[in-house]
């Protein structure tokens, strides 16, 4: 079982709406998680960081489900510059590296 | 303005030739780290160094090697005997002490074997 998965998507959203991406983790120890968002052909940008029950960030919530071991991302009122790959991350408890998801691939629509 | 530098942007490089990838950062961070992406795949890591003359290989350090001499530089060879290295490389920095761990990263290498 990979450390992080996540649905490829893609995510193809009319501009208003609101998406939600699960990202599941197998260590059910893992203490901290991020999202970060990626553009065609760039570096990953860290959008979010989770390090309790969630977080909240103008129209981006992330939050956390420890008993069914996934971290949410939730953006509200999409904008058509919201469109990019989203990638969750995972720290072990103990581990010195993240573990990334594959990412889910958002389409805001006109 | 603190950062991380990754140069060059795009390398190209004939098969058997061993290429160097450039990779610094002003953020005074301890920790400093390597990763691959392929296309449709998630970030691999290579190596990662936690301090000063010391590094770790990760899951993918085959065919690899890397030096950390000073806290600010973290460069990756790519030898002759890593099989597909044609990637998009991505180096990245993180603080090691408050429980925090956020990784920041460069812009990148796109090495391309031809």
């Known amino acids: 079982r990979k450390e992080v998965e996540q649905d490829p998507g893609p995510f193809n959203v009319p501009e208003g709406a609101t998406v939600a991406f699960n990202c599941t983790y197998s260590?059910?120890?893992?203490?901290?998680f991020f999202w970060y968002r990626q553009d065609c052909r760039k570096e990953p940008k860290l959008l979010m960081s989770?390090?309790?029950s969630g977080n909240e960030d103008g129209r981006f919530t992330a939050q956390l489900n420890r008993a069914s071991q996934y971290i949410s991302l939730l953006i509200r009122d999409s904008k058509l510059s919201d469109s990019a790959t989203y990638l969750c991350?995972?720290?072990?408890?103990?581990?010195?590296?993240?573990?990334f998801g594959t990412g889910t691939r958002l389409t805001v629509i006109p | 303005d603190g950062g991380i530098t990754q140069s060059p942007k795009y390398l190209f490089r004939k098969e058997g030739q061993n290429v160097t990838l450039s990779c610094e950062q002003n953020?005074?961070?301890?920790?400093m780290y390597w990763y691959r992406q392929d296309p449709g795949q998630g970030l691999r890591l290579i190596y990662y160094?936690?301090?000063?003359?010391?590094?770790q290989k990760g899951d993918i350090a085959e065919g690899y090697s890397v030096s950390r001499e000073k806290k600010e530089s973290f460069p990756l060879t790519v030898t002759s005997a890593q099989k597909n290295p044609t990637a998009f490389y991505l180096c990245?920095?993180?603080?090691?002490?408050?429980?925090?761990?956020?990784?920041?990263f460069g812009p990148g290498t796109r090495l391309t074997v031809l």
């Open positions: 990245a920095s993180s603080e090691t002490s408050g429980g925090r761990n956020e990784q920041f």
């Open positions: 260590n059910s120890a893992s203490q901290s």
């Open positions: 989770v390090y309790s």
């Open positions: 991350a995972v720290n072990p408890t103990g581990a010195n590296n993240l573990f």
């Open positions: 953020l005074n961070h301890d920790a």
């Open positions: 160094s936690q301090i000063v003359n010391d590094f």
